[in-house]
């Protein structure tokens, strides 16, 4: 069972008063100055699928750290056993990805003098996804997700064996490419965060950059536009763009995936102009069909078969 720390409010600017739980307990880091110094609490989610609770952690403040950092001291005094999932302490993996008073964030990246002063630091797993222990979340959901429509499929070289692209197609698909898989995406956005029954034909805005990059390449030659309206549940979202405001690189996920998606996807189905100019033109890519078979891994149910 995943913790509810934001007690049916939006997942994002929460008033930070609401996160602290009320039942947590304090456990004193035996380091903590005698004198009464500085201190900073956290209050860290401990559970696992069974259920679990907040408990408080109260640990000398040290200038210049940020939440990974407090963790980790955490870790090595009053909970050794604390499962946390890190990598790279820079921003890079997005491994550390959690809720931070309610709003989702990479540990590593978020600083402890940025955060209310004088009240504990809520720091929960992120929510959409089942918990394995502690703040560490089973995230295989996205794995799955992304091989529901088939890879990249490039069409032969040129002549004199080079790839040639517009630096406009390369730049747009470098934009989509800077993701972390931090997930916190996924996290946010309500069609899933909220009803897990979706999470079997909607893959998320993580996917939809995804296939976005793949079905704007100019060198690919399989046509998803048909495997995405019926398998990817794209039609769900509805632009809040929540995704785009937790993106920590900064990735325009609505403007320049969903939304063009949206249009791609309508256009290969609806649009009679579209559907006259390609009985007319040479097709250039694969079908629906024939890219299907790139894909054979899909056995979720489609929005339409349900
Ligand atoms: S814009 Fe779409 S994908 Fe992004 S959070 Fe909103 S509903 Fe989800
Ligand atoms: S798109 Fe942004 S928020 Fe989503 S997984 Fe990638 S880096 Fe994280
Ligand atoms: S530890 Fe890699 S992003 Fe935080």
């Known amino acids: 069972m995943s ?3 934001t007690a049916g409010a939006s997942p994002v600017n929460q008033d930070v008063s609401l996160q602290v739980p009320a039942q947590a307990h304090l456990e004193t880091h035996p380091g903590l100055s005698p004198d009464g110094g500085p201190s900073v609490t956290l209050s860290i989610w401990r559970g696992d699928p069974g259920g679990g609770a907040f408990v408080e952690y109260q640990m000398p403040a040290i200038e210049g750290e940020v939440v990974l950092d407090v963790v980790h001291r955490v870790q090595a005094g009053p909970a050794p056993d604390l499962a946390c999932r890190w990598n790279c302490k ?3 993996c997005g491994s550390c990805s959690a809720e931070i008073n309610g709003k989702p964030g990479l540990m590593c990246m978020t600083r402890m003098d940025q955060l209310p002063q004088g009240v504990p630091v809520v720091v929960a797993p992120l929510r959409t996804f089942p918990v394995i222990r ?3 979340t089973d995230v295989s959901f996205n794995y799955t997700m992304a091989r529901q429509l088939p890879p990249f499929a490039p ?3 040129g002549p004199d064996g080079i790839y040639r692209m517009m630096q406009i197609d ?3 698909g470098q934009e989509f490419r800077k993701c972390i898989e931090c997930f916190m995406c996924q996290d946010v956005c309500h069609v899933i965060r909220d009803h897990e029954e979706n999470k079997a034909f909607y893959a998320g805005p993580r996917m939809f950059i995804r296939y976005m990059e793949l079905e704007s390449h100019p060198l690919d030659t399989n046509d998803r536009r048909e495997l995405i309206r019926r398998r990817t549940g794209l039609s769900l979202c509805n632009i809040t763009k929540c995704c785009t405001e937790v993106c920590p690189e900064g990735i325009h996920i609505t403007d320049n ?5 949206k249009e791609r996807v309508v256009d290969a189905s609806y649009d009679p102009v579209a559907w006259l100019g390609r009985k007319i033109l040479r097709r250039t890519k694969r079908s629906a069909a024939e890219a299907a078979a790139d894909a054979p891994a899909f056995s979720s149910p489609t929005r339409e078969d349900r």
């Open 155 to 157: 069409r032969p070289a």
């Open 134 to 136: 502690d703040l560490v």
């Open 90 to 92: 820079a921003g890079k």
């Open 257 to 261: 995936a969903i939304i063009p998606l």
């Open 170 to 172: 390369v730049e747009r």
């Open 3 to 5: 913790p509810d720390t």
